[in-house]
């Protein structure tokens, strides 16, 4: 099992950027793939970005592409979401989950996932 704690969030004006952070232990960080999710008040949750476990290869929901950048610092074990030109419509808890075992692949359901965090809250004023 691996355990999680996201960090970073925090209140922004719209046009403005945040970095979440994903500190990951239990497990070494290179043996896992890696997605960020987020549900907004009243709203289902959302698959955002995926990180496959070498970091090679990444996905984004449409909304986020060109604005959103995930990473990963393996000997760090820690996950990264960059989040650039917010809209309020990006207001949400985001979540980062772990996939373990996984192959070099990016999963974006989150049933794909056997560990979670916390969640951090994002909110995004207009």
């Known amino acids: 099992q691996v355990q999680l704690l996201e960090s970073g969030g925090g209140l922004v004006q719209a046009g403005g950027s945040l970095r979440l952070a994903c500190a990951a232990s239990?497990?070494?960080?290179?043996?896992?793939?890696m997605g960020w999710f987020r549900r907004a008040s009243g709203k289902a949750g959302e698959f955002v970005a995926a990180i496959s476990r070498s970091g090679f290869r990444t996905k984004y929901v449409d909304s986020v592409k060109g604005r959103f950048t995930i990473s990963r610092d393996n000997a760090k074990n820690t996950g990264y979401l960059q989040m650039n030109s917010l809209k309020p419509e990006d207001t949400a808890v985001y979540f980062c989950a772990t996939r373990y075992p996984s192959l070099d692949y990016c999963y974006t359901n989150d049933n794909d996932y056997n560990s979670w965090g916390q969640g951090t809250q994002v909110t995004v004023s207009s």
């Open positions: 239990g497990r070494t960080c290179s043996s896992y793939a």
